[in-house]
């Protein structure tokens, strides 16, 4: 065979290459746009270029430009004519689309591509050729910035990507070919051709099963959620730090850092050697009036003392008056000491006033509860809210109580931490830095905040999805996506603490019947169903939809929400792609102080938590992604936040009815504005 018929050969061969590349290209695109197509004109609001949509149209663009190599490499003339014209009139109207949408960045990339084939077209006899370079390498960093709902968006590209770089490497060496071993000689030309040709498809294969290997195991991983810079183990991470003020308390040791006697001890010591005010973050005594005790959001039982107690003035003498928002004026004094204050919340106010007239005024909240609440708990917690029912804890307590155990004094140091940010301590990472900017000042706002972010996307409490308990149980999750044989299998225990690695899967025990003990796992189930909130925040340190709408929860009360502002509820179904429709899924409702509707939060895997202009953009779930567990995207477009929220909610208190959707941010038709 003459060396020009080894080219056309490989040219149609290349073509036929790109061809089957060009239509798995669109397919994907195509696919990916019906999941995705409500996101157009949403470009960078979760951390990507451009919007979902817009990669969709993008990758299908793409695929037409292999098409268009291909027809450049038969050659075939009409096909060119056809697929130039199509191809022209369908990127033309997706410039427009973009433009329509200002997907401006989408629609530079339109440009961009259009360019490529215009250079191209220009070296007529390599047009092909450098054509389907440039889809094949492109391709792998469009997938990636398109598809984020996804982890390793690239890994969709593996077809298409390895046939249009074959198609690139065929054209680029045919010229070479007929030299090859057992093709140079004309008696052995046909076994040769056979054999190489069945090399590289074996090559091909291999190629497109090493990119679409997705390696690493099914817990929280780096990969996709950005794990917490400042955990308390978090020897490998640097710390940053933020400082929202003056003000600064003591750094509190994680009770999973710490035996629970030692952490407590420290814990004790730091608190009543460094009372937040007492020095600023530069080392220099903070000037002006400051209250040392009590600490904000602590909760006392009604009859017991409570010691006030501020700064000492730094221009004597100076005159200290104590008030409350309840009782009135407490009395006079640097120190001072009541134990007949009324049950409920004060906001408590120290005016300092000194010689010279100059007077400087200093807050903090607390809240006197009824001597029953959380008297069954030894020691009692330091953090309650003062409207629970609750009295004892896991596993002596009614069931709401254990879900929500806001008597868990195990669970103090959280809200201690929320305390010292929110008072204006520095707390590394953005959680606290946050909050802090968004919340007006409001310290009680500010907590709010900064543990939705810290349970959500800051993941610094809980990481990642448990799909340990999904397979346990055999939910979507695991069975509609990786095959029913992966249930209960040891690789979805993997990735996470060494808690988790040591649980026992016994399906038939669900929710609080599955915690048996907090020392051997062995005895704990991990089977789907809510489980006690320490269990889940300090053992496991992560969960479930529900574990985490529960954890928030428990925290959110114990920070100083009351039982009309921080709830628990769900959707009773929604539409998962790849996997169908679900059972449902749990998020909080909260009602943020100075707004008079509650905001759908939803910190799920380390989700986005809170959008203050709407509905969570969406949450993070461990599935199952070409075969393999993998962290997944869940877009507030499939959940369907408002449509098919449940009608009841509840906490701690009990259940309640689902407030009205006019009361709900994002679920109303009306322009929600942040006052």
Sequence with gaps: MPAHDDLAAAGKISALAGLLAGIAAIAVGSIFLIFALPSIGRPGEFDYLFSQAAGGFLIILLGLLGLFASSLAWPSPRAERAVSLLGGLFYAAVFLLFAAYQEWKAAALVIIMAAVAWLALRRRQSAARMLFLFAGLFGFALTQAAITLLPYGWKTWSVSGVL?????????????????????????RRRGILLYSLLALVLIALSMATLVHLPGPAGPGSSEIELSKYATDS?????????????????MSSPSSLPQNESDRIWQEDRDLQRPGDVGSSGEVCKGAAILTPEDVRTFPRGEAVQFSARTCPREPCRFLWHSSRDGDLGTGQHLERNNLSPGWHNITLKMSDSGGRSEDAYVNIAIAEPWVCDKVDPRPRYYPPDTPCQDIWPNATEKCQQVEVCHPQLDWIVAEAVDCCDGSPLPGRACSDACNRSGGDRKKCRGIYLINSFGPDARYMKGYALFKACCSGYPECTRMCGSWVSGNRLFLDGYNENVSNLSCRPEERGLAAWHSDSNMSQNSASMGLLPAHASINILETGVCSDYSAALTTMLRKAGYNQSEAFMTASYAFDLPLVGDHPGHAFNLVLLPGDDRYHIVDATGNGDGINLEGVPGYFRFTGCFLGMPSHTRIMDWWMGYCKMISKHCSNDAGYFKTPDKDKIWGCTEKIDLIK
């Design 235 to 251: 020897g490998n991470a640097t710390d940053v730090w933020e400082d929202c003020g003056c003000q600064a308390g003591s750094e």
């Design 164 to 188: 249009f770089l074959f198609a690139f490497l065929l054209l680029s060496l045919s010229p070479h070919l007929f030299r090859l071993p057992l093709i140079s000689g004309s008696r052995s």
